[in-house]
């Protein structure tokens, strides 16, 4: 932020407000609108309805946006085709980044999968694409998560919960037995830019042992820094501006060597998760991406050549237009920001291109099949805001990691939408809506209003630095856990329609027994059978590069190659780097 004098808002502004627009609706129109929608009022509408034209809906994780009684012309009368709207596949892609959307290009069915030792997460990623997944999501423990070995002592009774676990490049052979790397999409959840680090170089040391090229390797990490300081539920932090140098090396390493790969998939879904708005899940991950642009252009790199393979990760949850809004917003208000902000000039480069997770907060214990009506909703809402790729959070994950029969129904679900129900034949099907466009408009300022919050603090960096963001997510998470309890946000089943009749039982999956000590008794093989004297070699260069301010990836992908396990390669950064006590108010 300090080479940028204007604000991403101030800039916006001024660019925007230069270009000629050509409302949709002329002033003759607007005129005879008004008078009929006055004299409706007037003479069918309530007085009381009259008094409280604006409502505002309080949702889990919603954005208390006000929203009107009718929408009509005189909600946005200032909309511009062409510039606000445009076609399908053209500038300002609101309506979707590609001209003919779903029928050229289906939604990718990509299901979160990870649980136990790497085979039995392996059986489970091919049952999924042995019934039709079009992508693999995977998900480690928190272990793995956290960069701790399965024989640290922070692993205990964590290995294999909530996610596979993890510890070299072994494990990762394990985890993609039969699977073909060259053939299928993988969106390999690493969270953080360290764990980034770590994962990402054993993926591309087994695509290397296998003789596959990393240029035919297509997927995503995440590589996300507000994981890593702001949500992460760790007792060990490397300093903010220390991770987002990781951060962006990681992005540098990947974007020349491993060209179709998703350098950094944006995490607003997990900060919204942790408990904040729509609005804010959104202004956050912005920030970051526009923190990530500025740095690869101080290193020497050209926006159009970098920018087109960022992606972001959004989520879903109950106030079902908002949600369609919002994704059309954001995905214009990207688009200006890397044409105006950062001068780009390939179309690529300006497209929002996002995966969808359905909300699992929004999930609840109570009438847990209640659920899959929900996380239907949530997925309709993704494919009708134009998301490229999805998981549908299955029922049991207000319990705990989905069976194989609640996982298959989420598949289902997805399935279903994509091929019975036409949602998918037309692009933008809601677009052109009064209320759904005068939504966009509002969410889309509402959004870079906190963009300009952050950037007043010093930008992305600094306002995790200070605490600001951490807390403004704490504020709204507590209110919205008093709105709940005093019965303002409501949840069918749970404080409203609560049922007296006790419902079926529901197969809660059970985690396989003996994971740890069978991760402990590898562990202990592999540090006997490989070569001591190149695992201190790797770590030693790797630790080298950390303190001289080179690029890290290399070295941890040799690393990678000696054996190292993931708890050595962390201990490294924090050697290096130190470690960071975040504020107080933490």
Same mark, same amino acid.
């Given at each position: 932020?300090?080479?940028?004098?204007?604000?991403?808002?101030?800039?916006?502004?001024?660019?925007?407000?230069?270009?000629?627009?050509?409302?949709?609706?002329?002033?003759?129109?607007?005129?005879?609108?008004?008078?009929?929608?006055?004299?409706?009022?007037?003479?069918?509408?309530?007085?009381?309805?009259?008094?409280?034209?604006?409502?505002?809906?309080?949702?889990?994780?919603?954005?208390?946006?006000?929203?009107?009684?009718?929408?009509?012309?005189?909600?946005?009368?200032?909309?511009?085709?062409?510039?606000?709207?445009?076609?399908?596949?053209?500038?300002?892609?609101?309506?979707?980044?590609?001209?003919?959307?779903?029928?050229?290009?289906?939604?990718?069915?990509?299901?979160?999968?990870?649980?136990?030792?790497?085979?039995?997460?392996?059986?489970?990623?091919?049952?999924?694409?042995?019934?039709?997944?079009?992508?693999?999501?995977?998900?480690?423990?928190?272990?793995?998560?956290?960069?701790?070995?399965?024989?640290?002592?922070?692993?205990?009774?964590?290995?294999?919960?909530?996610?596979?676990?993890?510890?070299?490049?072994?494990?990762?052979?394990?985890?993609?037995?039969?699977?073909?790397?060259?053939?299928?999409?993988?969106?390999?959840?690493?969270?953080?830019?360290?764990?980034?680090?770590?994962?990402?170089?054993?993926?591309?040391?087994?695509?290397?042992?296998?003789?596959?090229?990393?240029?035919?390797?297509?997927?995503?990490?995440?590589?996300?820094?507000?994981?890593?300081?702001?949500?992460?539920?760790?007792?060990?932090?490397?300093?903010?501006?220390?991770?987002?140098?990781?951060?962006?090396?990681?992005?540098?390493?990947?974007?020349?060597?491993?060209?179709?790969?998703?350098?950094?998939?944006?995490?607003?879904?997990?900060?919204?998760?942790?408990?904040?708005?729509?609005?804010?899940?959104?202004?956050?991950?912005?920030?970051?991406?526009?923190?990530?642009?500025?740095?690869?252009?101080?290193?020497?790199?050209?926006?159009?050549?970098?920018?087109?393979?960022?992606?972001?990760?959004?989520?879903?949850?109950?106030?079902?237009?908002?949600?369609?809004?919002?994704?059309?917003?954001?995905?214009?208000?990207?688009?200006?920001?890397?044409?105006?902000?950062?001068?780009?000039?390939?179309?690529?480069?300006?497209?929002?291109?996002?995966?969808?997770?359905?909300?699992?907060?929004?999930?609840?214990?109570?009438?847990?099949?209640?659920?899959? %009506?929900?996380?239907?909703?949530?997925?309709?809402? #993704?494919?009708? $805001? *134009?998301?490229?790729?999805?998981? =549908?959070? &299955? !029922?049991?994950?207000?319990?705990?990691?989905?069976?194989?029969?609640?996982?298959?129904?989420?598949?289902?679900?997805?399935?279903?939408?994509?091929?019975?129900?036409?949602?998918?034949?037309?692009?933008?099907?809601?677009?052109?809506?009064?209320?759904?466009?005068?939504?966009?408009?509002?969410?889309?300022?509402?959004?870079?209003?906190?963009?300009?919050? %952050?950037?007043?603090?010093?930008?992305?960096?600094? #306002?995790?630095? $200070? *605490?600001?963001?951490?807390?403004? =997510?704490? &504020? !709204?998470?507590?209110?919205?856990?008093?709105?709940?309890?005093?019965?303002?946000?409501?949840?069918?089943?749970?404080?409203?329609?609560?049922?007296?009749?006790?419902?079926?039982?529901?197969?809660?999956?059970?985690?396989?027994?003996?994971?740890?000590?069978?991760?402990?008794?590898?562990?202990?093989?592999?540090?006997?059978?490989?070569?001591?004297?190149?695992?201190?070699?790797?770590?030693?260069?790797?630790?080298?590069?950390?303190?001289?301010?080179?690029?890290?990836?290399?070295? &941890?992908?040799?690393?990678?190659?000696?054996?190292?396990?993931?708890?050595?390669?962390?201990?490294?950064?924090?050697?290096?780097?130190?470690?960071?006590?975040?504020?107080?108010?933490?």
């Amino acid at each position: 932020m300090e080479k940028q004098m204007k604000r991403t808002k101030e800039i916006l502004h001024e660019k925007l407000a230069g270009q000629p627009r050509t409302p949709l609706y002329s002033a003759e129109a607007l005129a005879s609108i008004r008078r009929t929608v006055d004299q409706w009022m007037n003479a069918v509408v309530r007085q009381t309805d009259r008094d409280n034209w604006h409502k505002t809906p309080h949702t889990v994780l919603g954005s208390d946006t006000p929203r009107e009684l009718l929408y009509t012309p005189l909600s946005n009368p200032d909309l511009d085709y062409e510039q606000d709207l445009g076609n399908s596949g053209q500038a300002p892609f609101t309506r979707g980044i590609h001209a003919n959307m779903y029928r050229g290009r289906e939604f990718t069915m990509r299901q979160l999968t990870g649980f136990g030792s790497p085979e039995q997460t392996n059986e489970r990623l091919r049952f999924m694409l042995d019934h039709g997944a079009t992508g693999l999501n995977i998900l480690f423990d928190l272990p793995t998560i956290q960069m701790y070995d399965s024989d640290d002592p922070f692993a205990v009774a964590q290995v294999g919960m909530s996610g596979v676990c993890v510890d070299s490049v072994e494990d990762m052979a394990r985890l993609f037995k039969d699977v073909p790397l060259d053939e299928v999409t993988i969106s390999i959840v690493t969270h953080y830019p360290s764990n980034t680090a770590i994962l990402f170089p054993m993926f591309l040391a087994l695509a290397e042992e296998r003789g596959v090229p990393w240029e035919k390797l297509q997927g995503s990490v995440q590589n996300d820094i507000t994981l890593e300081e702001v949500i992460r539920s760790g007792s060990e932090y490397i300093p903010p501006k220390d991770c987002f140098r990781i951060q962006c090396d990681n992005i540098e390493f990947i974007r020349k060597n491993v060209p179709r790969w998703n350098f950094v998939t944006i995490n607003g879904y997990n900060l919204r998760e942790f408990g904040t708005s729509a609005v804010t899940e959104m202004a956050v991950a912005v920030s970051n991406g526009i923190a990530i642009l500025d740095e690869l252009v101080r290193r020497g790199y050209d926006v159009d050549a970098t920018a087109d393979r960022l992606a972001f990760f959004w989520s879903a949850a109950n106030d079902f237009f908002e949600e369609i809004a919002r994704i059309r917003a954001i995905r214009r208000l990207w688009y200006r920001i890397v044409k105006y902000r950062f001068n780009a000039q390939n179309p690529r480069a300006m497209l929002m291109r996002c995966h969808v997770q359905t909300s699992g907060v929004c999930l609840i214990q109570d009438e847990p099949r209640n659920n899959i %009506i929900r996380s239907a909703y949530h997925a309709l809402a #993704a494919v009708l $805001g *134009g998301a490229q790729s999805l998981h =549908v959070d &299955s !029922y049991d994950e207000a319990y705990s990691v989905p069976t194989e029969e609640a996982a298959l129904l989420s598949l289902r679900t997805q399935q279903i939408l994509q091929k019975e129900t036409g949602v998918t034949d037309v692009a933008d099907p809601l677009g052109g809506s009064f209320y759904v466009e005068a939504l966009t408009r509002d969410i889309e300022a509402r959004i870079l209003d906190e963009v300009d919050e %952050i950037e007043r603090l010093g930008g992305y960096v600094k #306002a995790i630095e $200070g *605490g600001e963001i951490y807390s403004k =997510v704490a &504020s !709204y998470f507590a209110e919205q856990q008093r709105m709940i309890d005093r019965g303002e946000i409501v949840l069918v089943g749970q404080n409203v329609y609560k049922s007296e009749v006790e419902g079926p039982a529901i197969n809660v999956f059970r985690y396989p027994e003996g994971v740890e000590e069978e991760q402990k008794a590898r562990l202990q093989k592999l540090r006997l059978t490989r070569d001591s004297g190149k695992v201190r070699s790797a770590l030693s260069a790797l630790r080298d590069a950390c303190l001289k301010g080179d690029n890290i990836f290399p070295c &941890s992908v040799a690393c990678a190659r000696a054996r190292c396990t993931e708890g050595e390669l962390f201990k490294v950064f924090k050697d290096a780097f130190g470690l960071w006590k975040p504020p107080a108010l933490f």
